[in-house]
């Protein structure tokens, strides 16, 4: 700038020469003193200044402009299915035939049957429809002697047994050794148990068979292997242990306004649960705490009281939802914890003897963690950042004898407090303030009204004096960070006041050097 000025001076002094005699004039130079403006900030800082770039996937905004953090994750899904098996089940059957002679026969011929009940023996359960997806019948007929000359077959009839796909009860004629695929049947019972027939069937021949007395076919059958889609029928008071389960909080660990000091008026915290089993159950929390590290964990107090009763379908297919409500929420999230804990109890059927229940194969116990904090609250340590570049390498120093820093803010948050530049080198390490700490304080909260609405904008307008050591900084600096350290308004009592944050809200600032220099041109 100086040699711009000395080249304009210049040329003016030689034009002046050229009209005035020599003589009469003789300069030893000229001291001015011209004045210059330098623009540095123009920009607006806004509630994404304030957040993490991983918390603002979880922000939303309330139809009235209200900002709030909304999150949920789900903890590992459960089933209570491991409760219930269908046990295996050995069947042994004997036909004993008297010493007799059978003559030749053209046809088949059905001799004696058996007829009998049969039951799985669970306890408490009192299965009604078994619909299985896996399974058989493992069978070993034998001749007992077995040097007896009789051909025979024996005819299995189980009308409990009926296909899905052809509706058809299960029937078969078998012989030796052999398997029955269940799978694609569906067992209907009464108490666990159902009817099995058999009958002995003399296969035809041409000659005559003698039968020595005592001579027994016997039939061997096991029931094994049997999974199912779903049970139906009572399945009786029990209760079973849910694996413990930790949900991480990493990516919502309550620290919202990073180095914050937050308490939020409204928070809400739930944990959802889905059932599909259609059952009486009583969810018990053994535990249910938050945790973090370097501190004790906190209960979390939840509503309903544990133990929880659980909604639950009527309907295969179906789920029911259970919304459980934290009653020591705020202790909750000023907590800020990193994960949450549980180890549940579940019991089904409490106290009763009777009753139409159904689990599903596929059916879990699902909890899910929801977070919903609506901004609106009292706050300290807020601190909006933002970086800019700065050029002023063109810029000499030398002959500045004051300067000023021009500051317009408007500030539409509900806080009021610091506001600071700080100078960087190009590695953005610090080397300068432009303020001194008792210059800092400018920032005027807005006004809110009982609701903790924002009524008017906090406003400043003036010039603050700058240091000349400050001021140097400024032309060897290649960044500039703008701070602003903001709290909640005080009352009369010297307590914060919950006020609301919108997602309009904004901190603009305008800002300027005004410098005043004094160039000596010889």
């Known amino acids: 700038m100086?040699?711009?000025?000395?080249?304009?001076?210049?040329?003016f002094t030689l034009l002046c020469i050229s009209c005035i005699d020599q003589s009469d004039y003789e300069?030893?130079?000229?001291s001015l003193n011209p004045t210059l403006a330098l623009p540095l900030v123009h920009g607006e800082l806004t509630i994404a200044d304030l957040l993490r770039d991983k918390d603002s996937t979880h922000f939303r905004t309330y139809d009235d402009g209200l900002l709030y953090i909304y999150y949920e994750d789900q903890f590992s899904s459960q089933g209570i299915r491991d409760l219930f098996s269908i046990p295996?089940?050995?069947?042994n059957r004997s036909f004993v035939m008297p010493g007799i002679t059978v003559p030749a026969h053209s046809k088949d011929i059905r001799s004696d049957s058996i007829n009998s009940v049969v039951d799985f023996g669970m306890s408490p359960e009192k299965l009604s429809e078994v619909d299985l997806n896996a399974g058989g019948i493992t069978y070993t007929t034998t001749l007992t002697p077995s040097s007896s000359r009789l051909d025979y077959e024996v005819a299995v009839s189980i009308p409990a047994f009926k296909n899905r796909t052809t509706g058809k009860s299960l029937a078969a004629t078998i012989r030796g050794n052999g398997t029955i695929d269940l799978s694609e049947y569906r067992l209907s019972l009464t108490d666990n148990k159902f009817d099995?027939?058999?009958?002995?069937?003399?296969?035809?021949?041409?000659?005559?068979?003698?039968i020595a007395p005592a001579t027994s076919v016997n039939v061997a059958f096991n029931f094994g292997g049997l999974k199912f889609n779903y049970i139906k029928g009572f399945l009786g008071d029990q209760t079973t242990s849910l694996d413990a389960q930790t949900l991480d909080l990493g990516a919502f660990d309550g620290d919202i306004f990073k180095d914050a000091a937050i308490s939020l008026a409204q928070p809400k915290v739930s944990i959802t649960v889905f059932n599909g089993n259609g059952l009486p159950v009583d969810a018990n929390f053994v535990k249910l705490e938050a945790r973090k590290p370097g501190a004790d964990p906190i209960l979390v107090v939840v509503n309903p009281a544990n133990p929880v009763g659980l909604a639950y379908p009527t309907e295969l297919g179906k789920v029911k939802e259970t919304t459980i409500s934290v009653v020591n929420v705020k202790q909750l999230i000023d907590y800020a914890p990193t994960e949450i804990y549980y180890q549940a109890d579940a019991r089904i059927n409490k106290g009763l003897t009777s009753g139409n229940n159904f689990v599903l194969d596929s059916s879990r116990l699902k909890l899910k963690l929801n977070v919903e904090v609506p901004l609106w609250g009292s706050a300290t340590g807020v601190v909006l950042k933002d970086t800019l570049d700065l050029n002023f390498d063109?810029?000499?120093t030398s002959e500045i004898t004051s300067a000023s820093l021009k500051l317009k803010l408007i500030n539409q948050f509900p806080l009021d407090g610091n506001l600071q530049f700080i100078l960087t080198d190009q590695n953005f390490q610090p080397i300068g303030t432009l303020l001194n700490a008792e210059q800092t304080h400018v920032?005027?909260?807005?006004?809110?009204?009982s609701d903790g609405e924002m009524q008017s904008a906090g406003t400043f307008n003036g010039s603050i004096d700058l240091d000349k050591e400050n001021l140097d900084n400024i032309f060897k600096a290649k960044h500039i960070i703008i701070a602003a350290a903001l709290q909640t308004s005080r009352n009369a009592a010297g307590s914060a006041t919950d006020v609301k944050f919108l997602a309009d809200y904004f901190l603009s600032i305008e800002a300027g050097i005004v410098a005043n220099l004094k160039l000596n041109i010889e």
């Open 2 to 11: 100086r040699s711009w000025l000395y080249s304009c001076l210049t040329g």
């Open 27 to 30: 300069l030893d130079g000229i």
């Open 88 to 91: 295996n089940l050995n069947i």
């Open 196 to 210: 099995l027939k058999l009958v002995l069937i003399f296969k035809k021949t041409n000659s005559n068979t003698v």
């Open 394 to 396: 063109n810029t000499e």
């Open 443 to 449: 920032i005027q909260g807005s006004t809110v009204d």
